[in-house]
């Protein structure tokens, strides 16, 4: 630590990402594809033009682009690198250390980790028995409210009207709904459809999962005009250019391959419930996912045995050791042979224990 580094960051408590040990693991901690992007994606970086010259700050073309995609108006989109930089973004326009912000017990880390950086007061609302949000448990509470739909890291996907009602119940408060995942089978629920009815709402979504393109950095907001207008505002004070030329072209390019993009949701959800099938079959306790994961665990199996054990087979997959969960796993839906190659892995660990059980009888 410096002596310049500024007193209130003192404590800062660093985000924990998904291993990367190189190219002989099998990647299903990040929840990414394991298959490339469309190839339109990499032919405009083949042929990348113009970069001496600073991009569009306003990111018409994009922004257009996924307006027409949402049948609304580029007024109502922001995008930005990534969906954490737009959650940075709307917590920097929004709220100062000090104001409370209300989010699940068990969600996705980066927005503890925020709060806590920045000064504001994370209400932790616990999760019901069974693992779910209920957000009628946030309905009275008058501060803002942050939840994922469908659900980081348990998958379920909650139904459009809790989250209208949770939006109308309190007109004055904020509600950010993280739909990061929303795209694998739950379009239907989408808080998108209640942005021109309500300017309490903001929907954050990502190229990370759906779109394969984690390490391209692109997600965006949608949100009424006025609401986008000031977070316009903060970023064109104080990073304009805050997407790359080159994001801005993959994602496009990206957009234009709606193909792709279907061919791939449609196999991860197929994949998916072969998976869920295939563990149910080996006696895990499967929570019913709606994205490109799967939330497990075992009577046999400690998830940090598990995590472990597949560890040492090279296959990464995802243990948070908070008391609640510390028994579930997080697996990342990869290909069919990916799948297969993870169950047969998953059998031959717990046959190895039934083994050393009946040798110690
Ligand atoms: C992956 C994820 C993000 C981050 O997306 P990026 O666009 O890669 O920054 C945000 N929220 C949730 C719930 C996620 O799972």
Redesign the pocket.
Known sequence: MSTFLAKSFETIVAYNPGEQLGDDYLKLNA?ESSQEPSPRVLEVLKNAQKLNYYNDPFQSKLRQKLADLHSLEMSNILVGT????V?DLIFRTFFERGDKIAFPKIT?P?YKGYADTFGYEALEVPLTKDLHVDLSDYEELPHAVLV?NPD?PTGFLKPLSAIKKLVASHPERLVIV?E??IDFGGESETAISLVNDFSNVIV?R????SRQL?GA???YAVACKELIKDMEALKMAVNPFNISLLQEEVALASLEDEFHFEKHVKEIIENRDFLTSALRILGFTVLNSKTNFVYASSKVISGAELYEKLRARHILIRHYATEEVKDFVRISIGTKQEMHRLVSEIDAILKEKDHVKSVNF
């Open positions: 929840n990534g969906a954490d930089d959650l996705y980066f994922v980081a993280d990061a995942y954050v990502t190229f990370s999962k984690a950095r692109i997600g």
